[in-house]
Protein backbone atom coordinates (compact mmCIF):
# COMPACT_ATOMS: atom_id res chain seq x y z
CA UNK A 1 0.00 0.00 0.00
CA UNK A 2 1.42 3.58 -0.53
CA UNK A 3 0.28 6.24 1.55
CA UNK A 4 1.12 10.14 2.24
CA UNK A 5 1.33 12.74 4.63
CA UNK A 6 1.71 16.42 4.44
CA UNK A 7 1.76 17.56 8.40
CA UNK A 8 0.75 20.91 7.75
CA UNK A 9 -2.56 22.17 6.96
CA UNK A 10 -1.34 25.48 6.80
CA UNK A 11 1.99 27.49 5.83
CA UNK A 12 1.77 30.87 6.26
CA UNK A 13 4.91 32.90 4.54
CA UNK A 14 6.05 36.52 4.06
CA UNK A 15 6.24 37.12 0.53
CA UNK A 16 10.04 37.03 -0.42
CA UNK A 17 11.01 34.60 1.79
CA UNK A 18 11.71 31.20 1.46
CA UNK A 19 8.98 28.60 1.40
CA UNK A 20 8.64 25.10 2.07
CA UNK A 21 5.83 22.69 1.83
CA UNK A 22 6.28 19.46 3.37
CA UNK A 23 5.50 15.91 2.43
CA UNK A 24 6.56 11.85 3.15
CA UNK A 25 5.49 9.21 1.95
CA UNK A 26 5.42 5.12 2.33
CA UNK A 27 5.67 2.70 -0.56
CA UNK A 28 6.81 -1.17 -0.53
CA UNK A 29 9.08 -0.46 -3.37
CA UNK A 30 10.32 2.78 -5.10
CA UNK A 31 8.36 5.96 -5.22
CA UNK A 32 7.46 8.18 -8.12
CA UNK A 33 6.44 11.91 -6.31
CA UNK A 34 4.66 14.30 -7.88
CA UNK A 35 3.55 17.79 -6.61
CA UNK A 36 0.19 19.40 -7.76
CA UNK A 37 -1.25 23.09 -7.10
CA UNK A 38 -4.60 24.09 -6.94
CA UNK A 39 -5.95 27.46 -7.00
CA UNK A 40 -9.54 28.23 -6.01
CA UNK A 41 -12.25 27.17 -8.94
CA UNK A 42 -9.49 25.18 -10.77
CA UNK A 43 -8.06 21.64 -11.01
CA UNK A 44 -4.89 20.21 -10.08
CA UNK A 45 -2.13 21.88 -11.71
CA UNK A 46 1.10 19.27 -12.28
CA UNK A 47 4.36 21.73 -11.05
CA UNK A 48 7.56 19.04 -10.60
CA UNK A 49 7.82 15.54 -10.55
CA UNK A 50 10.25 12.93 -8.80
CA UNK A 51 11.25 10.02 -10.98
CA UNK A 52 15.29 9.47 -11.12
CA UNK A 53 18.27 10.33 -11.03
CA UNK A 54 19.23 13.95 -9.66
CA UNK A 55 17.45 14.76 -6.45
CA UNK A 56 16.61 18.04 -6.67
CA UNK A 57 13.90 18.48 -9.23
CA UNK A 58 12.81 21.62 -11.17
CA UNK A 59 9.69 22.74 -12.02
CA UNK A 60 7.19 25.57 -12.70
CA UNK A 61 6.95 28.79 -11.19
CA UNK A 62 10.49 28.76 -10.02
CA UNK A 63 8.96 25.60 -7.81
CA UNK A 64 11.46 22.71 -6.73
CA UNK A 65 11.47 19.72 -4.84
CA UNK A 66 14.01 17.83 -3.06
CA UNK A 67 14.16 13.86 -2.93
CA UNK A 68 15.24 11.90 0.43
CA UNK A 69 15.29 8.66 -0.09
CA UNK A 70 16.03 7.97 3.80
CA UNK A 71 13.42 10.19 4.96
CA UNK A 72 10.66 9.27 2.86
CA UNK A 73 10.47 12.53 2.02
CA UNK A 74 9.68 14.91 -1.00
CA UNK A 75 9.41 18.65 0.25
CA UNK A 76 8.61 21.48 -1.71
CA UNK A 77 10.27 24.38 -2.01
CA UNK A 78 10.86 27.90 -3.52
CA UNK A 79 13.66 30.55 -2.89
CA UNK A 80 11.48 33.53 -2.74
CA UNK A 81 7.73 33.61 -2.07
CA UNK A 82 5.40 35.79 -4.09
CA UNK A 83 1.23 36.17 -3.08
CA UNK A 84 0.32 35.03 -6.25
CA UNK A 85 1.84 31.28 -4.85
CA UNK A 86 -1.49 31.87 -1.89
CA UNK A 87 -3.48 27.83 -3.30
CA UNK A 88 -3.51 24.57 -1.71
CA UNK A 89 -0.46 22.35 -2.43
CA UNK A 90 -1.05 18.57 -3.09
CA UNK A 91 1.84 15.72 -3.01
CA UNK A 92 1.11 12.46 -4.62
CA UNK A 93 3.06 9.04 -4.71
CA UNK A 94 3.11 6.01 -6.84
CA UNK A 95 4.33 2.94 -6.02
CA UNK A 96 6.71 1.89 -9.16
CA UNK A 97 6.41 -1.68 -8.18
CA UNK A 98 2.64 -1.77 -8.04
CA UNK A 99 2.75 -3.55 -10.93
CA UNK A 100 1.58 -2.90 -14.82
CA UNK A 101 -1.75 -1.07 -14.95
CA UNK A 102 -1.84 0.50 -12.30
CA UNK A 103 -1.47 4.04 -12.60
CA UNK A 104 -3.32 5.70 -9.69
CA UNK A 105 -1.99 8.41 -7.62
CA UNK A 106 -1.82 8.38 -3.82
CA UNK A 107 -2.49 11.65 -2.54
CA UNK A 108 -1.93 13.53 0.90
CA UNK A 109 -4.58 15.90 2.22
CA UNK A 110 -3.03 19.20 1.01
CA UNK A 111 -1.62 21.94 2.65
CA UNK A 112 -2.55 25.60 2.30
CA UNK A 113 0.08 28.06 1.36
CA UNK A 114 -0.66 31.83 2.48
CA UNK A 115 1.70 33.87 1.44
CA UNK A 116 1.62 37.14 3.33
CA UNK A 117 2.21 40.71 1.46
CA UNK B 1 -1.51 24.93 -23.67
CA UNK B 2 -4.52 22.52 -24.27
CA UNK B 3 -6.65 21.56 -20.87
CA UNK B 4 -8.65 18.69 -19.64
CA UNK B 5 -12.31 20.12 -19.10
CA UNK B 6 -15.24 19.02 -17.23
CA UNK B 7 -19.12 19.95 -17.02
CA UNK B 8 -21.27 20.82 -15.22
CA UNK B 9 -19.00 22.85 -12.81
CA UNK B 10 -21.83 21.91 -10.01
CA UNK B 11 -24.60 19.44 -9.88
CA UNK B 12 -26.85 18.89 -7.65
CA UNK B 13 -29.19 15.77 -7.21
CA UNK B 14 -31.47 13.91 -5.48
CA UNK B 15 -30.63 10.95 -3.37
CA UNK B 16 -31.18 8.04 -5.99
CA UNK B 17 -31.19 9.63 -8.92
CA UNK B 18 -28.72 8.98 -11.93
CA UNK B 19 -25.64 11.47 -12.53
CA UNK B 20 -23.45 11.95 -15.37
CA UNK B 21 -20.16 13.84 -15.11
CA UNK B 22 -18.73 14.58 -18.74
CA UNK B 23 -15.08 15.52 -19.50
CA UNK B 24 -12.82 16.02 -22.30
CA UNK B 25 -9.44 14.48 -21.88
CA UNK B 26 -6.24 16.31 -23.56
CA UNK B 27 -6.51 14.70 -27.14
CA UNK B 28 -3.82 12.77 -28.02
CA UNK B 29 -3.91 11.08 -24.57
CA UNK B 30 -4.84 7.84 -23.56
CA UNK B 31 -5.03 7.09 -20.39
CA UNK B 32 -8.13 8.60 -18.58
CA UNK B 33 -8.76 8.33 -14.82
CA UNK B 34 -11.57 9.71 -12.15
CA UNK B 35 -10.66 10.75 -8.86
CA UNK B 36 -13.33 12.32 -5.74
CA UNK B 37 -12.20 14.31 -3.20
CA UNK B 38 -14.90 14.57 -0.17
CA UNK B 39 -15.06 17.91 1.48
CA UNK B 40 -11.92 18.02 3.91
CA UNK B 41 -11.15 15.02 2.97
CA UNK B 42 -7.72 13.35 0.69
CA UNK B 43 -8.17 13.40 -3.09
CA UNK B 44 -8.94 9.81 -3.63
CA UNK B 45 -8.61 7.47 -6.84
CA UNK B 46 -11.57 5.59 -8.75
CA UNK B 47 -11.22 4.38 -11.54
CA UNK B 48 -8.14 4.34 -14.67
CA UNK B 49 -9.09 3.42 -18.15
CA UNK B 50 -7.61 2.57 -21.09
CA UNK B 51 -8.05 1.04 -24.69
CA UNK B 52 -11.79 1.77 -23.76
CA UNK B 53 -11.86 -0.76 -21.35
CA UNK B 54 -11.39 -0.41 -16.84
CA UNK B 55 -7.83 -1.08 -16.14
CA UNK B 56 -7.71 -0.09 -12.46
CA UNK B 57 -10.14 0.60 -9.71
CA UNK B 58 -10.30 1.84 -6.39
CA UNK B 59 -12.75 -0.30 -3.98
CA UNK B 60 -15.00 3.03 -3.43
CA UNK B 61 -15.66 1.71 -7.16
CA UNK B 62 -18.50 -0.02 -6.79
CA UNK B 63 -21.63 -1.41 -8.84
CA UNK B 64 -23.44 1.86 -8.63
CA UNK B 65 -20.17 3.86 -10.82
CA UNK B 66 -19.44 3.22 -14.66
CA UNK B 67 -17.52 4.81 -16.84
CA UNK B 68 -17.64 5.31 -20.54
CA UNK B 69 -15.92 6.79 -24.13
CA UNK B 70 -18.71 7.36 -25.74
CA UNK B 71 -17.11 8.91 -28.59
CA UNK B 72 -13.39 10.14 -29.56
CA UNK B 73 -13.12 12.92 -27.10
CA UNK B 74 -15.63 12.47 -24.24
CA UNK B 75 -14.99 10.17 -21.00
CA UNK B 76 -18.29 9.81 -18.35
CA UNK B 77 -19.17 9.03 -14.92
CA UNK B 78 -22.34 7.68 -14.00
CA UNK B 79 -23.73 7.08 -10.70
CA UNK B 80 -26.40 5.25 -11.14
CA UNK B 81 -28.14 5.64 -7.66
CA UNK B 82 -26.73 8.81 -5.88
CA UNK B 83 -26.36 8.53 -2.58
CA UNK B 84 -25.76 11.38 0.56
CA UNK B 85 -22.06 9.87 0.75
CA UNK B 86 -21.26 10.76 -2.73
CA UNK B 87 -21.55 14.44 -2.25
CA UNK B 88 -18.18 15.21 -3.36
CA UNK B 89 -15.79 16.94 -6.19
CA UNK B 90 -14.95 14.67 -8.72
CA UNK B 91 -12.11 15.54 -11.31
CA UNK B 92 -10.91 14.29 -14.36
CA UNK B 93 -7.67 13.39 -15.56
CA UNK B 94 -5.69 12.32 -18.12
CA UNK B 95 -2.12 11.37 -19.25
CA UNK B 96 -0.06 10.76 -22.48
CA UNK B 97 0.82 7.06 -21.87
CA UNK B 98 1.52 4.26 -20.00
CA UNK B 99 3.78 4.39 -17.63
CA UNK B 100 3.41 5.70 -13.92
CA UNK B 101 6.17 8.23 -14.63
CA UNK B 102 3.69 10.23 -17.14
CA UNK B 103 1.86 13.16 -15.01
CA UNK B 104 -1.87 13.07 -14.95
CA UNK B 105 -3.10 16.78 -15.69
CA UNK B 106 -6.77 17.32 -13.95
CA UNK B 107 -9.50 19.16 -14.92
CA UNK B 108 -11.32 21.67 -12.72
CA UNK B 109 -13.62 18.91 -10.92
CA UNK B 110 -17.42 18.97 -10.43
CA UNK B 111 -18.86 19.35 -7.21
CA UNK B 112 -21.46 17.03 -7.33
CA UNK B 113 -24.20 17.96 -4.42
CA UNK B 114 -26.58 14.97 -3.47
CA UNK B 115 -29.72 16.25 -1.29
Known amino acids: AQSVAQPEDQVNVAEGNPLTVKCTYS??????LFWYVQYPNRGLQFLLK??????LVKGSYGFEAEFNKSQTSFHLKKPSALVSDSALYFC???????????????FGKGTKLSVIP | EPEVTQTPSHQVTQMGQEVILRCVPISNHLYFYWYRQILGQKVEFLVSFYNNEISEKSEIFDDQFSVERPDGSNFTLKIRSTKLEDSAMYFC?????????????FGPGTRLTVT
Open chain 1, 50 to 55: YITGDN
Open chain 1, 92 to 106: AVRDIDSGAGSYQLT
Open chain 2, 93 to 105: ASSESAGGSYEQY
Open chain 1, 27 to 32: VSGNPY
